[in-house]
């Protein structure tokens, strides 16, 4: 198939946009469907994933840290963290400084869990990576950096280059 691709400053354009919010929808369809079919036999949701990625990338981290890097209400993430704890894939353990602080790690089961989950996703960015090529690559990083909320995107780049 062959692609159209902006030229100079036209892809500024209304159309151009549209055609690349448009992408990311379908993407991201595409992007979770693997992992939300074996989240759904599981009971989870897309939260319960989110919540398994970043523990597993961030062990120890605290409550209030997971609630800062997702951005969500402790309602909400209360409920998926109650319900994660509770059927066996996180631990939390008192904070040593702070005995308040509930520190979250996954636990075995959790981690083999995560990584199932993660595998669907890994396969799929790297197949894109590898037909897009290193330039198209560090583009799309560029890309999506930038999209993130600017007072952001310090703690993404900590976050991401871990």
Do not use: C
Request: charged share 30%; aromatic share 10%; net charge positive.
């Amino acid at each position: 198939m062959q692609r159209k691709l902006p030229h100079s400053n036209l892809y500024l354009r209304e159309e151009e946009l549209r055609r690349g919010i448009e992408l990311l929808y379908f993407a991201y369809r595409d992007f979770t469907r693997d992992p939300d079919e074996i989240l759904v036999e599981s009971g989870f949701g897309r939260a319960h994933h989110r919540v398994l990625y970043f523990v597993g990338r961030n062990p120890g981290t605290t409550v209030s840290g997971l609630l800062k890097l997702l951005r969500i209400t402790k309602q909400s993430l209360s409920r998926v963290l109650g319900q994660l704890v509770e059927d066996g894939y996180i631990d939390q353990r008192p904070g040593t400084e702070d005995r308040r602080q509930r520190l979250l790690y996954l636990t075995d089961k959790g981690s083999v869990f995560e990584k199932q989950l993660f595998e669907t996703q890994r396969q799929r960015v790297a197949q894109a990576y590898k037909t897009a090529g290193p330039e198209a690559v560090a583009g799309f990083w560029d890309v999506l950096l930038n999209i993130v909320n600017e007072s952001e995107r310090e703690i993404v780049l900590r976050q991401i280059e871990k």
